[in-house]
Nanobody, 119 residues
């Protein structure tokens, strides 16, 4: 089992920045760590993902150039630096751990952290 705990969400004005953290514990031998988000009335969508080994990354087109995913292997923690935020980024953000690929097949999920961007 893998336990994931997100933190760092909050309220920010448009154009601002936030950094989300996801601390993993337990049997953490998964390959990918991902961030997803779900806005009210919308389906959950992929945001970004990273491989624990090598650190290669993948991003949704909507966040490329604004968001950066990174990891600290020693701390078993993944980060999502979010810059130039817009109201369309408002959502509950979830981190996930899995071993299939960047976009799907995640077996473990955190509880989510709310990000609200005001205009």
């Amino acid at each position: 089992q893998v336990q994931l705990v997100e933190s760092g969400g909050g309220l920010v004005q448009a154009g601002g920045s936030l950094r989300l953290s996801c601390a993993a514990s337990g049997r953490t031998f998964t390959i990918y760590m991902g961030w997803f988000r779900q806005a009210p009335g919308k389906e959950r969508e992929f945001v970004a993902a990273i491989r624990w080994t090598g650190g290669s990354t993948n991003y949704a087109n909507s966040v490329k150039g604004r968001f950066t995913i990174s990891r600290d292997n020693a701390k078993n923690t993944v980060y999502l630096q979010m810059n130039s935020l817009t109201p369309e980024d408002t959502a509950v953000y979830y981190c996930a751990a899995g071993s299939t690929n960047y976009h799907y097949g995640y077996a473990y999920w955190g509880q989510g952290t709310q990000v609200t961007v005001s205009s």
